[in-house]
């Protein structure tokens, strides 16, 4: 999904994954020992897509396959 959207730099790594917006530089981490859960994802839409990036749920959604 965060490809899908573009303007991020991704990186595989050790125990997390770490995302950077390439314009703003803001960064958040997802775990990797499990799963990604519905949880864990809609915390990373709302409090990091949309509260600090300024997207739209629909801009989001869209992207996501369900």
Do not use: Q
């Amino acid at each position: 999904m965060i490809r899908k959207i573009g303007g991020f730099e991704i990186v595989d790594g050790g125990k997390h994954t770490k995302i950077k917006h390439i314009a703003t530089s803001k960064k958040t981490t997802i775990p990797r020992k499990n799963r990604v859960n519905r949880h864990l994802l809609k915390d990373v839409i709302e409090d990091f897509l949309v509260k600090e990036l300024g997207y739209t749920e629909e801009e989001i959604y869209k992207n996501l396959k369900c």
